[in-house]
């Protein structure tokens, strides 16, 4: 396994698009986790995963935003009419579930709304 | 509220010397603490921990020391190469029942520059 993908890398959208974004996560890992990280700033965490069930999911993250796992594998993040300030970049992690398992993260999706 | 605070945007070091990045945090309930270097056009990568049990934690080159009365981490890397030059994250994580609670608070990042 080469680790955590993501797909597609960049992506630019005009504003009221919907677009969704896909995690191939590490393959024993039960946990998967998403991140949106703009400029200047660290990784903020949207949702996460463990196995299919949707653990938790930030009350800052607005109801155009939805994550699903349906398999307890791959993931998809899909944003609802995007906003300007929906541009970021998307990051997914994942890990095991036990003390000490450091989160794995892919390249991100780097999202450019018009 | 930033919950994790890198408050040097910057550093620069010679090689050879001592990389010291510096962190805050405010929420007493955070009892895992992590650092994660970046490099651009890639995801963060994971480089050391260190649990609240603990004040201190080696790895090679990189330490981190944790002082829990002050609230405050530091990562150390001795000696510093041009190869760690990349942007530094600090996070932070709550643990329950045995594992991690999942959800890393992160700081804004500091951008270490290690000169030839």
């Known amino acids: 396994d080469t680790g955590v993908s993501q797909d597609p890398r960049h992506k630019i959208t005009k504003r009221g698009q919907n677009v969704t974004f896909r995690c191939d996560p590490i393959?024993?890992?039960?946990?998967l986790y998403w991140y949106r990280q703009t400029l200047g700033q660290g990784p903020e965490f949207l949702t996460y995963?463990?196995?299919?069930?949707?653990?938790?999911k930030s009350r800052l993250l607005s109801d155009r935003f939805s994550a699903e796992r349906p398999k307890g594998s791959f993931s998809t993040l899909e944003i609802q009419r995007t906003e300007q300030g929906d541009s970021a970049m998307y990051l997914c992690?994942?890990?095991?579930?036990?003390?000490?398992?450091?989160?794995?993260f892919g390249p991100g999706t780097r999202l450019t709304v018009t | 509220d930033q919950q994790v605070k890198q408050n040097s945007p910057s550093l620069s070091v010679q090689e050879g010397r001592i990389s010291i990045l510096n962190c805050d945090y405010t929420?007493?309930?955070?009892?895992?603490f992590l650092w994660y270097k970046k490099y651009p056009a890639e995801g963060p990568t994971f480089l050391i921990s260190?649990?609240?049990?603990?004040d201190k934690n080696e790895d090679g080159r990189f330490t981190v020391f944790l002082n829990k009365s002050a609230k405050h981490l530091s990562l150390h890397i001795v000696p510093s190469q041009p190869g760690d030059s990349a942007v530094y994250f600090c996070?932070?994580?709550?643990?329950?029942?045995?594992?991690?609670?999942?959800?890393?608070?992160f700081g804004q990042g500091t951008i270490l520059t290690v000169h030839p």
């Open positions: 929420n007493s309930m955070f009892d895992y």
């Open positions: 995963f463990q196995n299919e069930a949707q653990l938790e």
């Open positions: 260190i649990s609240s049990i603990k």
């Open positions: 992690a994942s890990s095991l579930a036990l003390v000490g398992s450091e989160q794995y």
């Open positions: 996070a932070a994580d709550k643990l329950a029942g045995g594992t991690s609670y999942g959800k890393l608070t």
């Open positions: 393959s024993e890992h039960n946990r």
